[in-house]
């Protein structure tokens, strides 16, 4: 039982000492933040309103949207939004179909080179062929 029994001198020599850990430098964006956390969300929230660029909204600004709003749009002044993407080569509009080909390294030369010397893109140039080849007779 005494073999059991330790004291705390053999404890501190047995156990392996630790360097103590160097300080990190905190890097200039991180200092004056506790813990180099980021502020909460609502300490750097600015309390007025913003326009999608990113002005601030004043509050005569806030009113003469709100009156105008408030009236009523003439459905002929407003501006309609752009559709993204290239336009419709379909004839009712919609989306055109797409396909992929491959071809030899000689056709894709002439096919490039054709469209460079005629200023036309080589999706121009292919969708002409295949009208002429196989399109509706006239």
Do not use: C, F, W
């Not at 491959?102 to 002439?110: A, T």
């Amino acid at each position: 039982m005494a073999d059991m029994k330790t004291n705390a001198k053999t404890t501190a020599k047995a156990a392996p000492r630790r360097k103590a850990a160097a300080k990190k430098a905190v890097p200039p964006a991180r200092a004056g933040r506790a813990g180099g956390r980021k502020p909460a969300p609502e300490a750097t929230r600015d309390v007025g309103l913003r326009t999608k660029s990113g002005a601030l909204l004043t509050p005569e600004a806030e009113a003469a949207l709100l009156a105008e709003a408030e009236a009523g749009y003439d459905p002929e002044q407003l501006v309609p939004r752009k559709v993204a993407g290239r336009p419709s080569l379909s004839a009712g509009g919609g989306t055109s179909h797409r396909i992929n080909v491959r071809v030899e390294d000689e056709i894709y030369d002439v096919l490039q080179r054709v469209a460079r010397d005629s200023g036309r893109r080589p999706s121009e140039l292919v969708r002409e062929v295949l009208r002429a080849a196989y399109g509706p007779k006239a």
